[in-house]
Structure formats: C-alpha cells, structure tokens
C-alpha cells in the first residue's frame, strides 16, 4: 500500500511538472476594444502625417520615465505561495529596465509592498485587491504579483484609455498582474526570465498582440510589425503565417507568445506608438 502510494505521488507530481514545462504562454489581457481602438486610430493618423513631414527629425520624442509600484500578494510568507524576495524583485525590474532602455523608456522603483491574503493570491477578487493597493496616478504603474491568475493565465494587463478620473473603475483597475512564477529563476519553464512583465507592459503602453487582426488590412495597427495569422510558440524560425503578405512572423517581438528566450525587442513603430498613448494620453495624469 505505502509503495502504491508512493507510485502514485510520483506519476502525480512528474504530470504536474510536464504540465509547467510543456503549457503554453497565456496572456488574459483582452483584446482591444471601445475606447481604445479609436486611440489607437487617431495615433495612427498622426503617424502617418508625421512620417510624411520632412520638419520631423526625430521618432523617439522626448525620454519617458515611469514611476512603479510593485505589489506581492501571497496567500503566505513563503516563497512558493508568492512571497518574493526583494531579490527576485530587483531581478525582474533589471529585466523590465534593459528591454525598455533602447526605446528612451526608463523606470523608477518607487515603492514595494507585501500582503498576505489568500483570496487575492488566486486572483479571486481583482477589483477590491487593485483599489485597496493601488498607488500613485494614472501615468504610474502598479505591478501586481500573485502566485495564481485567473485563468491560469501568466498575465495580464490594462489598455490605456481617455476618462480615467481618479477612484473610477477603469483607474483603480489600471496596471499589469502577472504570475510569481513567471520572474527570473521562477518555476515556469520556458517563460521564467522576466518576459511577461515586459510583454504586459507593453499592453499598458497601448501596444496589442502582434497576431491582434490575423493576416487582415490593418493586424496590430502598427506599420512596421508583419501581419501574423496566430500567436507563435517556442521560437519557430521562419514562421511566416501570412504568406502573401510581406515579411515573416515577428516571432522574436516582445508582444507575441514565444518562449522568453526568443524575445529580442520592439520595433521602431511600437516604440512610436507607446509614445502617443504616453505624451497624448496617460503622461498627461
């Protein structure tokens, strides 16, 4: 009986080990709609007047500098119910720090909390978890870090939009959660170098899925981004999804699916784009 048992242990805990490394990455962010899209719209406009302005001598704009909160939500003070060290913290805000520094993006840590409650480590009540934690205004990000997220997701993040007035729902909701397991050295092979932080925060800026619209007229509405039929997975050099249109699968762009290690940075129009949701909208708070 004691070795039955020990037998099924074993096969219980080597399926739940197969399960972490084989699963695919999983992003909860929903797709862009409302609001936003007509951002989105009014951006590309600009973009396309200001690349047929000879006076426009420059892409990048002016430095952007954002302010972080991070917030760990464990349901107890041991690391494998999502209590991190200020260690793997630091670790995971040099990665979001190198992946945005060659877009004039930086970041400053402003602030670390803690918090021990096992309703909000399973993501069970996200709107009175945000606006009991949330800090400072809407051009300031909350980094929400939870051992679980609803639908087993690894994250998720908010879209900018206009009418986020202080205390209103789109503001206290506002920021990026994403899974404990997913900063660097965490347990989620495939995706524990600190990518999805990098992927969520790019949602944050305005930026969708490079697969958002398939292989139609306009797909993630950015110029310089390939039009991609479906998320990629593991790091499949040459994927081109959408052959009759130009350029292959932007697997290596940091707002696909790809295993962090295939990621390698943004393109010059998402940087763009991250930039009008910024001086139009949110940098405006």
Known sequence: MLVHSFTILVLAVTHALAAVAGRPFGCGTPPPGGQNLEMSRVLVAQESANREDPTNKTIFGPKITVSIYFHVVASSKKLVDGWLTDAMISKQYSVLRADFAPLNIAFRNVKVTRTVNALWARDGDEVGMKTALRQGTY?????????????????YATFPVITALKGSAPFNRDGVSINSQTVPGGSIQRFNLGRTLTHEVGHWFGLYHTFEGGCGETGDMVADTPSQASPSSGCPKGRDSCPNLPGKDPINNYMDYSDDACYTGFTVGQRVRMAGFWHNWRGKA
Do not use: A, E, F
């Open 139 to 155: 051009k300031d990000l909350n980094i929400y870090i939870l051992p679980r997220l609803v639908g087993d997701s690894l994250g």
